[in-house]
């Protein structure tokens, strides 16, 4: 294997801050549509589970969003920009949704919340949170393989 497929930086150790500001990058457009999609159920009164699938599909829409606005940048079309969002992200958005919506479920009380409960707002904060922290690792493994995020940097 070339240090290139490695990591992005071309060594072949892959850092925990590297890896963390991956997670960060994917946690915003995660962040963004999950909270989204949970003050959307919420305040249209949509089943549960509703709110749980519009959330987790509002979440991969940002977060596929966010990265192609960075590699649509570098001159990529559409197409192969999407391409390159759903290489980078798809498993790291994956595994933050799940963790996220199972801490969210976990905690009583939490799915029947109002937005003018602190439980509505304090369970999303945790749960993304451990989400982070349970995808970090996630991803450094990824792109010490030269896959998830490490597919991105060559098109910054």
Not at 41 to 53: K, S
Request: charged share 10%; aromatic share 8%.
């Amino acid at each position: 294997m070339d240090t290139h497929r490695q990591n992005h930086h071309g060594s072949s150790t892959v850092t925990w801050s590297m890896a963390a500001q991956a997670t960060l990058h994917c946690l915003t457009g995660c962040a963004i549509g999950e909270v989204l999609g949970m003050v959307i159920g919420t305040a249209t009164g949509l089943h549960n589970g509703g709110t749980i699938v519009l959330s987790i599909v509002l979440a991969f829409v940002f977060g596929y969003a966010l990265t192609m606005r960075g590699v649509m940048r570098s001159g990529l079309t559409f197409g192969a920009a999407f391409k390159v969002a759903l290489a980078a992200d798809t498993v790291s958005i994956a595994v933050m949704e799940v963790i996220d919506n199972t801490v969210i479920v976990a905690i009583p009380g939490a799915m029947d919340a109002q937005l003018g409960d602190w439980l509505f707002w304090g369970s999303l904060l945790l749960s993304l949170a451990i989400a982070f922290v349970v995808t970090t690792p996630v991803n450094r493994w990824m792109i010490g393989r030269g896959l998830g995020h490490a597919v991105v940097h060559g098109h910054h």
